[in-house]
Nanobody
Framework: QVQLVESGGGTVQAGGSLRLTCAAS?????MGWFRQAPGKEREFVIG????????ASADSVKGRFTISRDVAKNTVYLQMNSLKPEDTGVYYC???????????????????WGQGTQVTVSS
């Protein structure tokens, strides 16, 4: 079973930046990030295909968040800029280990999950 370990969460003021890292114990295909705010359902944030040729992001983060990956290191990065208080939540890394595909935006597109890392944006 592939394990995903997130790091890089923390507290930052509005307008600031954070970079999250997700390290996989072995190679995965597509990878993505989801988040869950208190009292809300988990939602898709951003995803990247195995080759990195395809990405997708939620409208709420377009132009502010970017995703990249280092295939050799089995690692994906989420760069978050211009953070807003509404970006606060637990951020989960997700991976697809069984099939290479370009579907990235649904929880059903992934079969392994990390434990999550807290991101808090203060106003």
């Amino acid at each position: 079973q592939v394990q995903l370990v997130e790091s890089g969460g923390g507290t930052v003021q509005a307008g600031g930046s954070l970079r999250l890292t997700c390290a996989a114990s072995r190679q995965t295909f597509s990878m993505g990030w989801f988040r869950q705010a208190p009292g809300k359902e988990r939602e898709f944030v951003i995803g990247i295909s195995w080759t990195g040729a395809h990405t997708a992001s939620a409208d709420s983060v377009k132009g502010r968040f970017t995703i990249s990956r280092d295939v050799a290191k089995n690692t994906v990065y989420l760069q978050m800029n211009s953070l807003k208080p509404e970006d606060t939540g637990v951020y989960y890394c997700a991976g697809q280990t069984k099939v290479a595909m370009n579907r990235l935006t649904s929880e059903h597109d992934y079969n392994v999950w990390g434990q999550g890392t807290q991101v808090t944006v203060s106003s």
